[in-house]
């Protein structure tokens, strides 16, 4: 089964304060994804990267950075943090196939982040 | 720009009972798969099930599965014999397509709840 974690279920930070949240997954996937989760807003996507070194912007990536030196673990970068970012962040991974795409996405447990 | 839209924020069902969710997306791609995915409280992320669009049949997984109406782009989601760990939040998701990517687009969630 694929395993992806997430190194931490529950954080609080302070404003200004810089954040790394970590995610890893253990069935050698390609792509990986960070979300943010609000309630009556679903799943929005931060980043995603479709390689080592590789990422790309999702819908709402200001404020944030990543960062995939190793092919298993993304993380994400909160440079300074903010009160709004207030949320809980998933991490999912995936295999890269061709279009379309096909492939399920296997999501972590989640980081509920809580900015003071 | 790629949408999906799931218009009830929550649904119940009594224990037994058949509930369906319902999921329609915009798209002007015509071959392309769709997902439903399932979050119980506090528990990952799962896939419940998915829909290949070039398929006339409808997808089935136990007491899951779809109604998929391609020309008018809806695909919900039914669940016969509803259990009370049915209980979760219910996402539809379509691959939102941007030069190849694999990044998937959510609904905003349908809230199931079970009745004993």
């Known amino acids: 089964d694929v395993k992806v974690t997430q190194s931490s279920r529950y954080l609080v930070k302070r404003t200004g304060e810089k954040v790394f949240l970590e995610c890893v997954q253990d069935?050698?996937?390609?792509?990986m994804f960070w979300y943010r989760q609000d309630p009556g807003l679903g799943l929005r996507l931060i980043y995603f990267?479709?390689?080592?070194?590789?990422?790309e912007k999702g819908d709402i990536p200001e404020g944030y950075s990543v960062s995939r030196e190793k092919k298993e673990r993304f993380s994400l970068i909160l440079e300074s943090a903010s009160t709004n970012q207030t949320s809980m962040y998933l991490c999912?991974?995936?295999?890269?196939?061709?279009?379309?795409?096909?492939?399920?996405?296997?999501f972590g447990p989640g980081t509920r982040l809580t900015v003071l | 720009a790629q949408t999906v839209t799931q218009s009830q924020p929550e649904m119940s069902v009594q224990e037994a009972e058949t509930v369906t969710l319902s999921c329609t997306y915009d798209?002007?791609?015509?071959?392309?798969?769709l997902f439903w995915y399932k979050q119980p409280p506090s528990r990952q992320m799962i896939l419940v099930i998915r829909?290949?669009?070039?398929?006339?049949q409808n997808a089935t997984e136990n007491r899951f599965s779809v109604n998929f109406q391609k020309a008018a782009k809806s695909f919900s989601l039914k669940i016969s014999d509803s259990q009370l760990g049915d209980a979760a939040m219910y996402f539809c998701?379509?691959?939102?397509?941007?030069?190849?990517?694999?990044?998937?687009?959510f609904g905003k969630g349908t809230k199931l709840t079970v009745n004993p």
């Open positions: 999912a991974s995936s295999l890269q196939v061709a279009f379309p795409n096909t492939d399920t996405q296997y």
């Open positions: 069935m050698d996937h390609e792509n």
């Open positions: 990267s479709y390689d080592v070194k590789m990422k």
């Open positions: 798209t002007s791609e015509s071959d392309y798969y």
């Open positions: 829909q290949e669009a070039y398929k006339q």
């Open positions: 998701a379509y691959p939102g397509l941007k030069g190849g990517s694999e990044k998937l687009v």
